[in-house]
């Protein structure tokens, strides 16, 4: 196993050898978009029916489609009549919404095995349905606590599609005449955002925007027993961060567009679990795309509700050390830069390790300047720490040219320091070898090529330098011997392009 | 406001734009009886009043050029001025009557900043008048700095961007400064981008504003900022006057930061050339600017010509002679402890000043004059008959190595020794080569040590 658990003093976030948190809760099994879509469409008719069936009514579904084509049940059959009554009619609710609604249920139920179960008496009418879900719709859209508490496990998927989702229903229903959707994004996302933001928070509050108005003249128009079932919106005044509410430890990345949702949102318990899940996740699948996915949400959530303690120190040096094992260096730069100013407001963790990181970073990086004031950042007691030490020692090794105390440095790295040597090592060693066939004249043992170069073995040195040239090696009775009078600018000259690309991806 | 409009005719009438620059002078600490006096009693209407008296029906009684277009930019400049005065009484605490904090101050005078851009932009100002562009952002830069530290040591929290996924610990920090950069890049190209001929051009007040730019953008630590702005200027060099024709404090503050530009990109070659022309302009008692320009061009002189400063040119800046001073000992000795710890002792100031990573190259002139006393104490060869002596030039790494572990002080093994000197070789310090099997360097006989006369 590559990983280094880091030997610093003090606090140790010893992330793998701590013992499973047992109070870790089962994650329920993210739908996809379509499942997540249809599920919101059920939800008001399926509420009010019958609890689930015992499995054994299910029969197959071909078996039963046949079946009941030609076996209505006379409930369904009143169901149906009572849907077309004049005196069941809604205005504004057109016939083909109401035809394509009832055959949906009916499916629905069919599929479901549960047609003879269900109470058909007590479902609710399609009309009906269509108006409490346009009512819904536009409520969603003006207060996202209205939607509160419907099944918050999706919350994210679910949120994005619903409130698409409500858009458009607006326009077809024109219960918005004023604004086409087009206008409504446009207008609220582009030109004035922070009253976009008001709405969307304060607005059923505040109950003076046009927009708000505009939603209870409709409440008013509905029918009086409708209105009591539904939910009145009372979300939290907002002052300051929000406070999280949603229990699922796992929660895939979406980038912000609005304000986050308090239940969308996990509070601090929540996420130390899930901290504990991922980090269990990590070790047993070691999916990084999962990994990274699952940590960028977690951060996220941190951010919103303003959480900067220990436990968010502890989260991104985390994700900090698996993407330096992974090589993510874009991932690795937003946590560093999140970890310097956390520590420097005070807050424990590691700093000695991260620190350290951050010099050998910017060796590779090459960016003086950034070296310079990491170099700034540190006091003097900590300039004695292993790890910094180390570090500030390789940085002039290199800027003294002294490759011998380099490549011993190499050998011996603190915590996973050596990911990030391993970056620029190839760089040094041509550095090191144009320096070699500069001085070292006629040859050189490619043992001690070897050994200065701290390459693992003979083979190894050998292919380097083969490589880039395969006259340079040459074989005598008991050794081989590299040619540095004959290797001219080849180093040099790979030296010289090796230096100029250096890779700033997600350099800060 | 009398007072201060009279002024402003004056100024008007002699077309003297420092003239009129004095009368947006925001600096309490020397006008405080004037800024008292147009503050008055505070009162808006009386102000406006007064404004409109002596803009718009006052005016037959002195005879100045001014048209309705600029009438109404100085009006509106004047009027923003004015308010921003009562803020500075205020958080200065020359007012009874309100309090006020550095972030008002700065808004208010942003205001007067963003009026006078405008003043050229929509209001036809004239490009004598520029350096009242320079005084409001001189002082908006002034203000900002102000802001920030206030905001950091009341250190409330502030609005975090809530879209964000993580926080962005940069922007709370300088939030005004980074506000004020942008300004001061409008100003910036507010100048540069004027196309009148170049008599009446405000592309003379460029530098003005790349100064203030670039002091900006160093407290920022954004150097590529710099760097984008010394770009445009070169791209634009053929219609920006040649930077001799502007004023002397000007041309030293450019080319001061030129240089240190250059010399923070390891460029020290074009360092050294634009530090010393700043070097030699410079006014003789700027003492602090003098020491700042010695601060860097010291380095590269030692780095491109090997060069070490004398005691009688540090002997007026008592700080770079602390510093400087044991170096340089440790160069001309060769003695690789002390160099070591003098580094070591400067550190802090070193790092601080961004210089320690150049200074530290020094070792390898120390290193270098070690090798030469090696190859002097060598002696020469047994001369054959008739021929010129030659000094000995096959010498074993065991004598290189004890030197180097004398001087140095600590244990070293051959390998880095050799490595050492392989550096020496690859940098054309030391002329030769390294024969490992047997032990030995070889020293060019012409020339072995470049530049120091062996």
Known sequence: MSWAVPSAPGVQPAYYSQPINTAYTPVSIRPGFGQAYQSHQQYPYSAPANPPQ?????????????????????????????????????????????????????????EKGTMFATNWDEMPLPQQLIQKERQQALMASVDPAATRGQAPSFAVTKKRKSSDFSESEQTNGSTVPWRSTKALSLEDRVSKPPNDKRQLMDGPLTGKSKFQKHVEKRQRRGDGGYQSSYRSPSPPPHSGPIVGMNAVLEKQYFRLTAAPKPEEVRPEQVLQQTLDLLKRKWRKENNYNYICDQFKSLRQDLTVQHIRNEFTVSVYEIHARIALEKGDLGEYNQCQTQLRALYRAGIKGNPIE??????????????????????????????????VKHALNVRSALALGNYHRFFQLYLDVPNMGAYLMDMFIKRERLAALANMCKAFKPELKLRYVTEELAFESDAEAAQFIIDYDQELLQERNDHIVFLTGKAGQTFENARAQAFSRVDLKGQI | MDGLIHQFRAAYAATNGEQLAETLN??????????QAIW?????????SDLNFLFYQDQGRVRIRLSKEETNGWYAIYTAYWKAIGEILAVEGLRSDAKSSWARVYDAWKEVTLLTIRGYTNHDFENWTIPCLYVTGKYLRLYAMRADAERTLSNEDTAIDDLQDDFDPQAEEHKSLEDCARHLNRIFQTCASDRAPLEESRKWGVYYAVNLLFKTYFKLHSESLSKNILRVISAGRSDIPPIDKFPKSQQVTFKYYEGVLAFLEENYVEAERHLEMAWLMCH????????????????CRLLTTHTLPSAQLLEPFPRLQKLFTPLARAIKKADLRAFDIALRDGEDEFIKRRVYLTLERGRDIVLRNLLRKVFIAGGFEEAKEGAATVRRTRIPITEFTAAVQMSGGEAIDTDEVECLMANMIYKNLMKGYIAHERGFVVLSKSGAFPGTGV
């Open chain 2, 26 to 35: 925001p600096d309490v600490e020397t006008h405080s009886a004037k800024l």
């Open chain 2, 40 to 48: 008055g009693r505070g009162d808006p209407r009386s102000m406006t």
């Open chain 2, 284 to 299: 003789r008692t700027s003492q602090r600017n003098l020491e700042l320009i010695l601060t860097y061009l010291i380095p």
């Open chain 1, 54 to 110: 015992p499995a054994n009514t299910m029969s197959p579904p071909s078996d039963q489609q046949q079946q009941q084509k030609f076996d209505w049940p006379q409930s369904v059959r009143n169901y149906v009549q009572r849907t077309f009554q004049a005196s069941n009619e809604i205005p504004g609710v057109a016939r083909e919404e109401k035809e394509a609604r009832l055959k949906e249920i009916i499916r629905s139920e069919q």
């Open chain 1, 354 to 387: 991260f620190k350290a990181y951050r010099i050998l970073y910017f060796i590779h990086t090459a960016n003086r300047t950034a070296l310079n004031d990491a170099i700034a950042d540190l006091t003097t007691a900590e300039k004695e720490e292993r790890p």
